[in-house]
Nanobody, 117 residues
Framework: QVQLQESGPGLVKPSQTLSLTCTVS??????????WSWIRQSPGKGLEWMGA???????HYSPSLKSRTSVSRDTSKNQFTLQLSSVTPEDTAVYYC?????????WGQGTQVTVSS
């Protein structure tokens, strides 16, 4: 059973960089042909896919967030990370890490991130 767990600060100040880590257990992030994504849900809005890292280390980003988003991985720790720069209160959301690129079969429980001074 694959399990994902998000970790990171729950409060970030405007203009700073939001950094989250997803720790994966029960499966390797290098297993063919899986992708590992970050998805968020802002208050009153739907799910928004942000970006992903693939089994071979390739990355993919939402065009609307590409200029501010970076997804990377640490294969030795079986983790992947999200960095979102220059945050504003509009980036306040529950952030999820998931397995998949277009469809998602495993999800973390989600972590609330609030952007506020």
């Amino acid at each position: 059973q694959v399990q994902l767990q998000e970790s990171g600060p729950g409060l970030v100040k405007p203009s700073q960089t939001l950094s989250l880590t997803c720790t994966v257990s029960g499966g390797s992030i290098t297993t063919n042909y899986y992708y590992w994504s970050w998805i968020r849900q802002s208050p009153g809005k739907g799910l928004e896919w942000m970006g992903a890292v693939g089994y071979s280390g390739d990355t993919h980003y939402s065009p609307s967030l590409k200029s501010r988003t970076s997804v990377s991985r640490d294969t030795s720790k079986n983790q992947f990370t999200l960095q979102l720069s220059s945050v504003t209160p509009e980036d306040t959301a529950v952030y999820y890490c998931t397995r998949g690129l277009l469809e998602y079969d495993y999800w973390g429980q989600g972590t609330q991130v609030t952007v506020s001074s």
